[in-house]
């Protein structure tokens, strides 16, 4: 009897509050870059259209983490949007526990297995782009190494053009592009300005641009020459609209042998996106008609090689979840899968001992955690398989690229 009483003794509470506490501490201490989010990081609301609600629980919250706590822990989230602006997304658009499950999940991969992300300098560093799954990042938010392209070098009796074209040829797309907006602006009848036009707007990452400029500006007469089609389809491809790149090819008749090359093999590497591997091998096929035979079986090879891998089921690797840092595992993100197993190991143990002591207060709230972070490691082990099975298709399709390197021209 004396034992329990002593038990119930509100200095032995707070000695467990204490206790609770440090090992939280130490948590944060293993791994900081989860922990350490710059106020100054702050969600860019005109690029991804977010606007947060001032003045929930949540929020609140957040937000005086950012300004207090975050500056004093040192570092910087690797991620993009970091990991407390990723927490005020979903809270904000998402339901109580759905939201805590994907902040949960955000904070088991922060910083970890780079290679399944797309790089990004929207917070002008080099950050890991990862929005919640339900959005689709803005195009102009990834970062692409920069694409050098040509043109012919020839003497054209059009002195204009010429300059143009030497100005491409030195990257200084830019200025080539002012330089055809000033030629259209006098002399609206020369097709060829058009296609500079747009393959100015690919070289640049302005493809977004580069589309709305087409819809609205290009004479009618212009918008049905196969070689500006197939610049629009390229530049639609640029920003994962596979769909409408497809449309624009398939909808118009190409008659140049070299446009009918180009159109079949970007409609072939599309059909690898979609991993519709039957079809693009056959227009890989028809492509092979106006290409030579060694270009030909390369592509075969590669998109073979694809369908002979085994990508990752999502299902498995949520069954596999069960044990936290499983289905991470299963995924090869062991990174991911021992931050998992830690972190959940670390919080039920927290919520058990509290438990034991009767402290039933801390013992709610290391449950809501202990919860949330599991569920999301089942959540987030699924997310992991199609990461996974993404970027196996990517490396298949950047050798597709490569082979057939001059369909970017």
Request: charged content about 20%; proline content about 3%.
């Amino acid at each position: 009897m004396a034992n329990k009483i002593n038990l119930r003794n509100p200095y032995h509470r707070y000695g467990q509050i204490l206790k609770t506490t440090f090992v939280c501490l130490v948590f944060c201490a293993i791994f900081p870059p989860i922990f350490s989010q710059e106020k100054n990081n702050g969600i860019d609301k005109i690029l991804d259209n977010t606007l947060v609600k001032e003045g929930a629980v949540t929020t609140d919250y957040i937000h005086l983490y950012q300004r207090v706590l975050s500056k004093n822990l040192g570092g910087s989230c690797p991620m993009y949007p970091s990991c407390s602006n990723y927490g005020l997304i979903v809270f904000n658009e998402r339901p109580f526990w759905e939201a805590m499950s994907l902040t949960a999940d955000r904070l088991v991969r922060c910083g970890h297995e780079d290679k399944y992300y797309e790089q990004t300098y929207a917070y002008g560093k080099s950050s890991l782009l990862d929005y919640p799954p339900y959005r689709t990042p803005p195009h102009k938010l990834i970062y692409h190494s920069p694409e050098y392209l040509y043109t012919d070098n020839l003497h054209l009796q059009d002195s204009a053009q010429m300059f143009v074209n030497h100005l491409i040829n030195q990257n200084k797309y830019d200025l080539a592009l002012l330089e055809i907006e000033r030629v259209i602006y006098f002399q609206t009848n020369d097709t060829n300005y058009y296609v500079k036009k747009l393959l100015c707007y690919d070289a640049l990452d302005r493809e977004e641009e580069g589309i709305l400029d087409y819809e609205q500006n290009f004479p009618s007469k212009i918008k049905t020459n196969e070689e500006v089609l197939l610049k629009l389809a390229k530049l639609y491809y640029n920003t994962g609209n596979y769909a409408q790149s497809m449309s624009t090819l398939k909808s118009n008749v190409f008659q140049l042998t070299n446009n009918k090359y180009k159109s079949l093999v970007l409609q072939g590497v599309i059909q690898v996106q979609n991993q519709d591997y039957v079809d693009a091998k056959s227009l890989f096929k028809q492509s092979s008609l106006y290409s030579v035979d060694t270009i030909f079986n390369t592509n075969i090879q590669i998109i073979e090689r694809l369908q002979n891998i085994k990508m990752k089921s999502a299902n498995t690797a949520k069954l596999l979840s069960i044990i936290p840092g499983g289905g991470y595992a299963f995924t090869k993100n062991y990174q991911n899968a021992i931050t998992s197993l830690l972190i959940n190991s670390l919080l039920g143990y927290a919520t058990y001992n509290s438990i034991k002591k009767e402290n039933y207060g801390v013992a709610a709230i290391m449950g809501v955690f202990s919860v949330s972070f599991y569920i999301g490691n089942i959540f987030g082990a699924g997310q992991s398989a199609d990461r996974y099975n993404q970027r196996i298709i990517n490396q298949g399709v950047n050798k597709l690229n490569i082979t057939n390197q001059y369909i970017n021209y």
